[in-house]
């Protein structure tokens, strides 16, 4: 699931409605009713998702996206994989969050971790170092870091 397909899964409910903030409600009916690409309950974990990931942000009771959404172009056929919405691995969730900030491609963000694993060896997780690049990013990542410890140390939770 490339994050292209994702910022064309939240751009279209906005292009849809011709609106730049939707309420929750109508978000999830454009999504669920109007496209017919997921069910209620999908749509609204890729509410929650987009949220997270900082592709929309909360306005009181509406959202809107955080990106331009008139440079998007969503191809013509577009429809999201099944699966766009399964459990990120914290790994992954970092390199998007460090796409999404920097527009830094990514094969080149994973280099660049694979670089700081490089210099700090094979003792240290993958997930450390692309901590690192983040944080060398000026891009924050502890929400991802709480919600991963919360994992490790109660593992029935998630």
């Not at 292009?15 to 669920?32: H, M, T």
């Not at 969730?93 to 491609?105: F, N």
Request: hydrophobic residues 40%.
């Amino acid at each position: 699931m490339g994050s292209s397909d994702l910022t064309y899964t939240v751009s279209m409910p906005f292009l849809r409605k011709g609106k730049d903030a939707l309420k929750d409600s109508e978000f999830v009916l454009a999504l669920s009713i109007d496209l017919k690409w997921f069910n209620p309950e999908q749509a609204k974990n890729v509410l929650k998702d987009a949220e997270k990931s900082g592709l929309l942000k909360r306005e009181g009771e509406q959202v809107r996206p955080a990106f331009d959404i008139s440079g998007v172009e969503i191809p013509s056929g577009f429809r999201p994989e099944p699966g766009i919405f399964e459990k990120k691995t914290i790994f992954d969730s970092i390199i998007d969050r460090i796409i999404l900030k920097t527009g830094i491609e990514k094969r080149k963000v994973i280099a660049l971790i694979n670089k700081k694993q490089e210099e700090l060896g094979k003792q240290v997780l993958i997930e450390v170092s692309a901590i690192l690049v983040a944080l060398e990013h000026g891009i924050m990542v502890d929400d991802l870091i709480d919600e991963e410890y919360g994992v490790l140390i109660n593992p029935s939770s998630s």
